[in-house]
Structure formats: C-alpha cells, structure tokens
Antibody, heavy 119, light 113 residues
Framework: EVQLVESGGVVVQPGGSLRLSCAASGFTFDDYTMHWVRQAPGKGLEWVSLISWDGGSTYYADSVKGRFTISRDNSKNSLYLQMNSLRTEDTALYYC????????????WGQGTLVTVSS | DVVMTQSPLSLPVTLGQPASISCRSSQSLVYSDGNTYLNWFQQRPGQSPRRLIYKVSNRDSGVPDRFSGSGSGTDFTLKISRVEAEDVGVYYCMQGTHWPPFTFGQGTRLEIK
C-alpha cells in the first residue's frame, strides 16, 4: 500500500525558514517524480514544486521560486521542501504527492502538514 | 499559465440523481504525444485529495463506475451517474499538459439537497 506521510509543519514568523519532510513507503520511491501541492485554509489547491526521480530536475511555481527548494533522498525514501523567507501567504496545508509512469500525474497524496506563518 | 475554469462552483444534488461538473482550459490540453493530461480529484471534508480520473477518462483503481470523465481539447466534464452521500466534497480538475506550473480549477463543492 502506498503511504506518504508529511511532517515538519509548525508556526513560524514571517521571514523564517522551515523544512518539510515526506516519508514514502509501499512503492519503489526512486522510480517516480514527486510533488508538493499546498492548500491555504478554506481555499483551493495550488501546485508548488516537482522533482524528477533522480533529483536532477526541479520545477517551481512562480510564487515560491527562489525561496523554496525541493529535494529528495532516495536512500531514505524521503522528499523534502526547504522553505525560506516565509510569508503570511505561504500559510497552508502542504501535501506531498507521487506520480505514476508516463504523465500519470499525482496519483497518490499524503495527509498533509500544516504550515502557519504568523507573527 | 493555463487557466482552468470550473462550473458550477456549488452543486446541490438530490441523492440518486446525476451530477455534472464542467472544466474548461484556456488552451488545448492535447500534448504532442497525442495524450490529454486532464485529471479529476475529489476532496471529501477533512481529507486529502484523491485522484478519480486521469487522462480525461481513465478511472483510478477503486473508483466507483458511477464516476466518468469525458471531453477533449479545452472542454471536459466529470459526471456522477447517481449521487451517493459519500460523494459530498469538493471536486477539482487539473491540467498536466502545459507545465510548469500544473494548474487546478477553483473547485466545485457538491452537497446533498
């Protein structure tokens, strides 16, 4: 069974930093691209970032480019999101999600971890 | 960026009746490989999103066959043949053809009348 378990969400002040983690199990982690998607309270879904299976390619939404960094450690079956220069508008539930093969986007999602940016 | 527009945004439905959600993209979602990367997700209250449909019309494993997806180019539809109580939630379309970024519709909230 595919499992994605996010952690690391806390309350942080504007301008602060945070690293989210996503522990994957139930599938061959290094076969698949992975994403972070976020959802502000009471709002819709916003794609944040994608990383290729080997970490060699990364992509970001304009809203986080230059502030967030996605990475992975395939030896630990783990995905990360380093979040710097946090803003109040980054407050959201952050989900990690995996892809399937061949453009089979976002087939499984975790339960999310809540990041609150507030002074 | 490709803009995804869903309608209606709120959908009250009587149990056992059909429901239909429209999703329109600001440009064609046909990719150069001939595939159309349009997904549908369901988000039940208090839960994470769950994918229902991928590449327009392919149902994910475990998704009831009362859910179906159709469409082409820029116009897509999610249909529920007979709404059940467990279908309450918010439904999102998402395009994965012209990325980055991947873009979602605003969401359609389905409720029982």
């Amino acid at each position: 069974e595919v499992q994605l378990v996010e952690s690391g969400g806390v309350v942080v002040q504007p301008g602060g930093s945070l690293r989210l983690s996503c522990a994957a199990s139930g599938f061959t982690f290094d076969d698949y691209t992975m994403h972070w998607v976020r959802q502000a309270p009471g709002k819709g879904l916003e794609w944040v970032s994608l990383i290729s299976w080997d970490g060699g390619s990364t992509y970001y939404a304009d809203s986080v480019k230059g502030r967030f960094t996605i990475s992975r450690d395939n030896s630990k079956n783990s995905l990360y999101l380093q979040m710097n220069s946090l803003r109040t508008e980054d407050t959201a539930l952050y989900y990690c999600a995996k892809d399937g093969y061949g453009g089979n986007w976002l087939d499984y999602w975790g339960q999310g971890t809540l990041v609150t940016v507030s002074s | 960026d490709v803009v995804m527009t869903q309608s209606p945004l709120s959908l009250p439905v009587t149990l056992g009746q059909p429901a239909s959600i429209s999703c329109r993209s600001s440009q064609s979602l046909v990719y150069s490989d001939g595939n159309t990367y349009l997904n549908w997700f369901q988000q039940r209250p208090g839960q994470s999103p769950r994918r229902l449909i991928y590449k327009v019309s392919n149902r994910d494993s475990g998704v009831p066959d009362r859910f179906s997806g159709s469409g082409s180019g820029t116009d897509f539809t999610l249909k529920i043949s007979r709404v059940e109580a467990e279908d309450v939630g918010v439904y999102y379309c998402m395009q994965g053809t012209h990325w980055p970024p991947f873009t979602f519709g605003q969401g359609t909230r389905l409720e029982i009348k």
